[in-house]
């Protein structure tokens, strides 16, 4: 090798110390700013109202539950819940519920409902002390779900046949690779009733009502948020600022209070800064470090398996 080849390896080689000597600068830069806003709690650790959303299909999962456990157990003031959701599954929905009421006894929390606070949803909705929502949102549906697909006429088509051996008829039953039998029907009828008449005592007790003003609404259907105040679904017609203004009359919370964004973690801190990252590495040609980075950033959803309580609309032609 001549001295000339050798002086370029040697710079070639400074080079690439020199940038993965920034690029580990610069995620341990990230990594103590994403410790100092944590520990910071972006304002959170001061009195303040707590926001936090709950949207898209309700499954219980451990981020959202801690998420409330830790308002519960911090300084905030009271809790405002923006709820836009058509349900989930059940016991997601119960599990929600549970813990926004242990919230509620250690402060005010009060739920103001977007487009939509349905089934599940309205059951976490009710889990507040109080529900404002827009005239035109849609909440109700007191109900529970449970489908599955039958193919057993599409297999004897096709000649297709799935033998099983149980301990018991009603064992895995309905499976949907066979018909499916009275007693399996008369099995899971006995479960979706005595869910239902859970969430109906649950509506019963939280909404003061009668068995009377019960029936008006234990049908399964929507209403309107307009329909729903003199139905005692909801409390009253507002939002976000009605709903401050309600703390501060009724619940005797102080007056001005910042309202800080309660999110996971994965959300609200550590996707932005891996991504930030990620977008650096990038630039400075570090393309494999890149991707390990966009990888770390993925995380699973929780399962919607399970008895539902979820408003579906059916469209026909």
Request: aromatic letters at 6%.
């Amino acid at each position: 090798m001549s001295f000339a080849d050798y002086v370029v390896d040697r710079r070639r080689l400074r080079r690439q110390v020199t940038v993965w000597r920034a690029v580990a600068a610069l995620l341990v830069l990230i990594a103590m700013l994403g410790a100092g806003l944590r520990f910071a709690g972006f304002g959170t650790h001061q009195p303040h109202i707590a926001r936090l959303s709950i949207s898209g299909v309700i499954t219980g999962d451990e981020t959202t539950l801690k998420l409330l456990r830790d308002v519960a157990e911090s300084p905030a003031s009271a809790v405002v819940l923006r709820i836009d959701s058509p349900g989930g599954t059940t016991e997601g929905s119960e599990a929600i519920y549970e813990e926004i009421r242990r919230v509620a006894t250690k402060k005010p929390v009060v739920a103001v409902v977007g487009a939509m606070a349905a089934s599940g949803a309205y059951i976490a909705a009710i889990g507040a002390d109080r529900i404002f929502v827009r005239g035109n949102s849609i909440v109700g549906s007191i109900g529970v779900l449970l489908q599955f697909p039958n193919v057993s006429g599409l297999m004897d088509k096709v000649g297709v046949k799935l033998e099983s051996i149980k301990s018991s008829p009603l064992k895995a039953a309905p499976n949907g690779f066979e018909p499916t039998s009275d007693a399996a029907r008369d099995a899971m009828a006995a479960l979706i009733a005595d869910s239902f008449d859970w969430f109906k005592g649950l509506v019963r007790e939280r909404r003061a009502m009668s068995d009377e003003e019960l029936a008006r609404v234990d049908d399964g259907r929507v209403f309107t948020g307009r329909q729903g105040v003199p139905l005692k679904l909801v409390d009253a017609i507002g939002g976000e600022r009605e709903a401050i203004a309600w703390l501060e009359s009724e619940k005797h919370i102080a007056k001005g209070l910042p309202v800080r964004d309660w999110k996971p973690q994965s959300d609200a801190l550590g996707f932005k800064l891996t991504s930030m990252a990620a977008a650096l590495a990038d630039d400075l040609g570090q393309s494999d470090l890149a991707a390990i980075l966009r990888n770390s950033t993925l995380f699973g959803e929780g399962s919607v398996d399970g008895l539902m309580s979820v408003w579906q609309m059916s469209w026909t032609r």
